[in-house]
């Protein structure tokens, strides 16, 4: 069964930095790419970040661009969203994704950018 859990998330001031982790298990992790998502209150779920098998190549999207970094450790089926110099705006709840057959989703993490 695939499994997903995120953690890391909490609550961050204006220009922290919070590290999110997702460990993943069920499924081959190293011949999937892995995803970031974001839902922000009152918004649509938006992709944040993508994560190829060796992570050798990532998309991050652009409105975090600069900011955010993705990757991935294989041997700890572990994929990282490491967020720096945060703003009100990346309040949301954030989650990760693997597509194995269909998307699965983990329970996200909530983070929280407030002074």
């Given at each position: 069964?695939?499994?997903?859990?995120?953690s890391g998330?909490?609550?961050?001031q204006p220009?922290?930095?919070?590290?999110?982790?997702?460990?993943?298990?069920g499924?081959?992790?190293?011949?999937?790419?892995?995803?970031?998502?974001?839902?922000?209150?009152?918004?649509?779920?938006?992709?944040?970040?993508?994560?190829?098998?060796?992570g050798?190549?990532?998309?991050?999207?652009?409105?975090?661009?600069?900011?955010?970094?993705?990757?991935?450790?294989?041997?700890?089926?572990?994929?990282?969203?490491?967020?720096?110099?945060?703003?009100?705006?990346n309040?949301?709840?954030?989650?990760?994704?693997v597509?194995?057959?269909?998307?699965?989703w983990?329970?996200g993490?909530q983070?929280?950018?407030?002074?």
């Amino acid at each position: 069964q695939v499994q997903l859990v995120e953690s890391g998330g909490g609550l961050a001031q204006p220009g922290g930095s919070l590290r999110l982790s997702c460990a993943a298990s069920g499924f081959d992790f190293s011949s999937n790419t892995m995803y970031w998502y974001r839902q922000a209150p009152g918004k649509e779920r938006e992709l944040v970040a993508m994560v190829l098998t060796q992570g050798g190549f990532t998309h991050i999207a652009d409105s975090v661009k600069g900011r955010f970094t993705a990757s991935r450790d294989n041997a700890k089926n572990t994929v990282y969203l490491e967020m720096r110099s945060l703003h009100y705006e990346n309040t949301a709840v954030y989650y990760c994704n693997v597509k194995v057959d269909r998307p699965h989703w983990g329970q996200g993490t909530q983070v929280t950018v407030s002074s």
